[in-house]
């Protein structure tokens, strides 16, 4: 093989690996941009309806792959806390919720993790979490994933897809608070920002 085949072989792996981050980040831009058409136009979004013409969309951190994490199993919950219990809310209530067990990742080099909880009349897995960039960057009770599993039984943890709740945009609405466990001490440069 001479010098100029390899580069050739070798560029067109990286070819390829761009092309698969270029659909992700194109994917992640479609997702955003059906979300700000949702909040402007739809008559239940959370954006007041006297705003909703000079809505301009949602701010958001840059799509960045190394925030998704595939493939994971939930693990069963073994804290020190009940797995039944009342998760506080935003405006002062209690509701119903479970531990439905934890999400082990690398990230920043180092190993963290996330209970996901399960709320009544909800299918998929509630993933709250704050991190370094709660209060000045993003919402100071957390943001929110939510996690469906995959047919194999795995789930995909991809902060990319975090979201703020709804009382970020109007105080009529009761938002589950991030329980302290859920506290990451690293920065999650991902998903929405305030």
Do not use: W
């Not at 009770?141 to 943890?157: F, I, K």
């Amino acid at each position: 093989m001479t010098h100029d085949d390899h580069a050739h072989d070798h560029g067109h792996e990286h070819e390829h690996e761009h092309d698969h981050a270029h659909d992700y980040a194109t994917d992640i831009a479609e997702q955003r941009a059906g979300k700000d058409e949702y909040f402007r136009t739809s008559r239940d979004s959370p954006i007041p309806a006297e705003k909703r013409a000079g809505f301009t969309g949602l701010p958001y951190f840059p799509a960045d792959p190394a925030y998704r994490f595939e493939g994971l199993r939930l693990q069963p919950y073994d804290g020190t806390e009940p797995p039944a219990f009342q998760i506080p809310t935003s405006d002062g209530q209690l509701r119903p919720a479970r531990r439905a067990g934890t999400f082990t990742f690398e990230l920043g080099g180092n190993p963290r993790s996330l209970t996901a909880y399960v709320l009544p009349g909800g299918d998929s897995l509630f993933v709250p979490f704050l991190d370094k960039t709660s209060a000045s960057e993003t919402y100071g009770a957390g943001r929110y994933l939510d996690l469906e599993p995959d047919e194999d039984g795995a789930y995909d943890l991809d902060f990319n897809l975090a979201y703020h709740p709804y009382c970020v945009y109007a105080e009529e609405f009761s938002c589950p608070l991030t329980p302290a466990e859920n506290r990451l001490d690293v920065r999650i440069e991902a998903g929405e920002r305030l």
